[in-house]
């Protein structure tokens, strides 16, 4: 018997196949978005954590500082508890960097009388615990030492960051709720489709004692099968454009690259269990409002 209703339904979509391949694809382009949205909200939310354990600091020098005093400023930043010096940028190869930064549009620099870009340390703080690291404290101290000019570290960033993405979530939530009653409303108007092109064998089905179930059960399947077709057809998409993304390291602010990983497994089920149940759910509202068996 469920051999029977299986077959009917898939029977019932080859007969309107344009009409349920449309269908699929507004399924599949709504879960797509959505899991694109997963995807990249996940990844900043990790790169996030990630970032806000890995504090930068640029380490600005005073012109003329003598070697004992950088050497001064060396000993107390290797003393600071998770400190790591990526890099001592001298003024010579500050004014490099700049250089190739602007490319064509460097010639000016050749009309500066004197080189006015400071030397400076490139230091990270590698620490589990982010509130290990007080940022504000650490500024203070450099900013004491005799040869130190200024100090700037992007912690401001990642507070402000962190109040955008909370933005973005709620934006997110309320799109994923739209495209959710779309993909309802595109199922049920597929299956609507179905009924009246089935009205004369429904009919007929009806007058020889069929039960409304007996009826309705291929059609809430169609509405399944949609659903996990959309599902599976979305996940795969993501998967490939997942597999373009890894390959590339990107950066947005501070040294910490965001390296994109796919979406864990709880997600995985629950866009599947989400794209089901919003075809069985498109199925019984097509039912409910277009189809009297009674």
């Not at 010579?92 to 870009?117: I, Q, T, V, W």
């Not at 997942?242 to 040294?255: A, E, N, Q, R, V």
């Not at 069985?280 to 189809?291: D, E, L, P, T």
Request: proline share 3%; charged share 20%.
């Amino acid at each position: 018997m469920r051999s029977y209703f299986v077959k009917h339904a898939l029977m019932n979509i080859r007969k309107n196949l344009t009409v349920h391949i449309l269908s699929l694809g507004t399924i599949v382009a709504s879960l797509v978005i959505l899991g694109a949205f997963l995807l990249l909200f996940g990844n900043l939310n990790n790169w996030l954590q990630r970032w806000g354990s890995a504090l930068s600091m640029s380490i600005y020098l005073k012109d003329g500082i003598s070697d004992y005093r950088r050497d001064k400023v060396d000993s107390f930043i290797r003393g600071l508890p998770g400190a790591e010096i990526k890099r001592f940028i001298s003024k010579k190869e500050a004014m490099d960097d700049l250089r190739a930064a602007l490319g064509d549009e460097a010639g000016f620099l050749k009309r500066l009388s004197h080189n006015p870009l400071p030397a400076s340390y490139e230091v990270v703080f590698e620490s589990k615990d982010r509130h290990e690291v007080n940022p504000d404290k650490i500024k203070a101290e450099l900013e004491k030492l005799d040869g130190v000019e200024d100090v700037q570290y992007g912690r401001e960033w990642l507070r402000k960051l962190e109040g955008l993405l909370d933005i973005v979530r709620l934006i997110g939530f309320i799109i994923g709720g739209l495209l959710c009653l779309c993909v309802v409303f595109i199922v049920s108007n597929t299956i609507k489709l179905t009924i009246y092109s089935r009205k004369d064998e429904i009919e007929i089905l009806k007058l020889v004692g069929a039960t409304d179930w007996f009826v309705k059960l291929p059609l809430l399947l169609e509405g399944m099968i949609q659903g996990v077709l959309g599902g599976v057809l979305a996940l795969l998409t993501l998967f490939l454009g997942y597999l373009i993304l890894s390959t590339k390291d990107l950066y947005f602010i501070g040294p910490t690259p965001l390296h994109f990983v796919f979406l864990p497994t709880g997600y995985l089920v629950l866009i599947l269990i989400l794209s089901t149940a919003m075809g069985v759910i498109g199925s019984f509202i097509a039912i409910g409002r277009f189809f009297d068996v009674s």
